[in-house]
């Protein structure tokens, strides 16, 4: 029998979609599972959304322009204008979902074996989005004590070689809801600047921002509008991930004509996706008041709830809707499972993220885990009742943070 290829050997498994199997048998069993997993919000998607494509009278589901359909493109425009960002429709290319973005983006500014240094924790598909276009990670480390904070730009300097190609960056931040500050952004565009490398961002989460902190986004950056490329989607600003409708958007020309090549070999995104999305510009403010008043709350709920636990310690965090975890736990990956396969509580449990999955340094986050604060208040407060619950039972449980550094140390 023919073997699979290398790459397809490396490519990693999602540490968000992994425990599915798992989960699926659970529910066979009666179980009922709170998925704090992965961010599939609750939230209601827009009526303008929805009721564009109920209303739409198309004969024939053609093939877009490949850059997305030029009326979306003039009209999204102006949805980035009301964020002081300038641009026109010739620096915007529609995706397939905004990891169609970061695939396209990174086939376009890297050659094989160039090297990519991204802050971790991060977003768990950069390593198989990484993997697939053959670019090397570097991860530089954030501390959950810190928050997860941008590193020392002294950390970046050091992991910079002559295969260094990029930084990227996600702020929001998924998996750890961190919001980077003006000063910590200006400090990346000078080294960006020093090196003459490309800077990707991926702002997905710029509607949920809390506590009156400031979104920044890198194309608010003098001086390196040429090196930044600016990743989007919007599938949790619109509570519409199945839409599957992206951008990538830059003002280097030579960046966006590579990238349109790619997405000529795609064809074009999705048709309806695209009619949804150009109708949901015009979503009303209030509805993201009211959706970003409702995160705060959930946040508030989770991030006290678990902090109240035996030996758990969360941050709490400025953006997007995660946050990670540390568990006294002896390893995430386990524990995890376990909750599926092993635990529940009157025929309930939680299924969660193991963090380590969101590391690319080898044993990071083996006692961290990433929750999604996606559902309704009643169902995190069913979910922290499980997860206390199975703290209490875990047959891995770690007395102390000492001894948790230890087994961490060991794995």
Not at 70 to 97: A, H, L, Q
Not at 165 to 181: D, Q, S
Request: net charge neutral; aromatic share 10%; proline share 6%.
């Amino acid at each position: 029998m023919p073997s699979i290829s290398n790459k397809a050997k490396a490519m990693p498994a999602s540490p968000i979609r992994k425990l599915v199997p798992y989960a699926e048998a659970a529910k066979k069993k009666g179980i009922k599972i709170y998925h704090l997993n992965i961010g599939q919000p609750d939230i209601e998607t827009p009526s303008e959304f929805l009721n564009a494509i109920k209303s739409n009278d198309l004969k024939i589901v053609e093939y877009s322009h490949s850059a997305g359909n030029e009326s979306y493109r003039k009209k999204i425009c102006g949805y980035y204008k009301s964020y002081n960002i300038n641009i026109d429709s010739s620096e915007v290319i529609i995706t397939n979902g905004g990891s169609e973005a970061i695939g396209i983006a990174m086939m376009s500014c890297f050659n094989p074996g160039d090297e990519i240094i991204i802050p971790e924790p991060f977003y768990a598909n950069y390593n198989g989005f990484s993997k697939a276009a053959d670019v090397v990670v570097k991860p530089i480390r954030s501390y959950i004590e810190s928050g997860f904070a941008l590193p020392p730009i002294a950390e970046f300097e050091k992991a910079i070689t002559p295969k260094t190609r990029g930084i990227m960056i996600c702020n929001p931040g998924n998996p750890t809801g961190y919001l980077y500050t003006r000063a910590e952004l200006e400090a990346l565009r000078d080294l960006v600047k020093k090196h003459d490398l490309f800077l990707l961002s991926d702002e997905v989460y710029r509607e949920f921002c809390y506590d009156g902190k400031d979104y920044v986004s890198v194309m608010h950056l003098d001086g390196i509008e040429n090196n930044v490329i600016l990743l989007d989607s919007i599938s949790k600003r619109y509570s519409a991930c199945g839409a599957r409708i992206g951008a990538l958007i830059s003002k280097n020309k030579e960046v966006m004509s590579a990238a349109l090549k790619f997405a000529q070999a795609r064809l074009s995104p999705p048709t309806y996706g695209q009619i949804g999305a150009e109708a949901a510009l015009d979503t009303p403010a209030s509805y993201f008041e009211g959706v970003k008043k409702e995160y705060v709350a959930r946040r508030n709920f989770v991030v006290d709830a678990l902090n109240k636990m035996e030996g758990v310690f969360c941050p709490k965090p400025s953006g997007a809707f995660y946050c990670i975890a540390r568990l006294p736990i002896d390893n995430a990956d386990t524990f995890c499972q376990w909750l599926l396969e092993g635990f529940n509580l009157d025929s309930q449990t939680v299924m969660l993220a193991p963090a380590g999955g969101f590391y690319s340094t080898p044993g990071a986050g083996a006692n961290e885990v990433r929750i999604a604060y996606v559902l309704n208040t009643e169902d995190l407060k069913k979910a922290m009742q499980c997860l206390e619950a199975a703290l209490k039972q875990y047959p891995g449980k770690i007395k102390s943070t000492t001894d948790a550094r230890a087994a961490v140390s060991n794995n």
